[in-house]
């Protein structure tokens, strides 16, 4: 079957998560849940190289933010997507699973860090539009969600107990702009769980974000 759009799967995490925080709605509705802080300042893909608490780290963070006048309050954010083509819907095998266990490492040493919260967001990009999720192909639909599932239940067993992990499946169903994001379910499997943020972390989230506040004035 030929198709006119891309397809949501072959969206790129970095991309994705750009457009997240740039569309109001979805800002909100990813990161506006209980206990994280209403319009805040937020920037995405923060270099680690410059933060205080041992040697030089590569890496980003791929969101931070907190309220504008609360910068001992920040909140580090590790995102991963899982890859559902339409080639891997059909063989019920979705892709990048292994990268959930890399954001589970990813997301412990932000908390080794010292941000206030810490976040783990898992989330599956899965192109439909050979499906009818709604009907008669809904337990081949099923079967991919229960194995993302699986692997998100085995990763956390390795994850900071005070990480909060949400999970997100942002479905294609229909031929037209992936962005559309035609059906999306978000599922908060456990809040983040704040610690004192240090004087020197703080400082160094105040210069980041101020940064990116200046950029967008």
């Not at 194995?147 to 997100?168: T, V």
């Not at 035609?182 to 980041?208: C, F, I, M």
Request: net charge negative; charged share 25%.
């Amino acid at each position: 079957m030929m198709f006119e759009h891309d397809s949501i799967a072959d969206i790129h995490e970095d991309k994705l998560v750009e457009y997240l925080l740039a569309v109001p709605y979805w800002r909100n509705w990813m990161f506006g849940h209980h206990g994280i802080p209403r319009d805040p300042i937020c920037r995405n893909r923060v270099p680690l190289s410059t933060v205080p608490g041992g040697l030089p780290r590569q890496g980003d963070i791929d969101v931070l933010l907190c309220s504008p006048d609360r910068f001992e309050a920040a909140v580090a954010y590790q995102v991963k997507r899982v890859k559902v083509s339409l080639a891997q819907l059909q063989a019920k095998t979705p892709g990048k699973l292994k990268g959930i266990q890399e954001g589970v490492q990813q997301a412990n040493d932000l908390a080794e860090l010292g941000f206030w919260k810490v976040y783990l967001y898992i989330i599956a990009e899965i192109d439909a539009r050979e499906l009818d999720i709604l009907d008669g192909d809904r337990p081949h639909f099923n079967e991919i969600i229960y194995k993302i599932d699986s692997a998100i239940g085995i990763s956390m067993g390795n994850l900071n107990r005070r990480i909060g992990i949400n999970s997100f499946e942002f479905v294609q169903t229909t031929d037209s702009d992936p962005h559309t994001i035609d059906h999306s379910h978000g599922n908060l499997r456990r809040p983040g769980a704040p610690v004192t943020q240090s004087y020197e972390l703080t400082k160094w989230v105040s210069e980041q974000l101020l940064q990116a506040a200046l950029k967008a004035e």
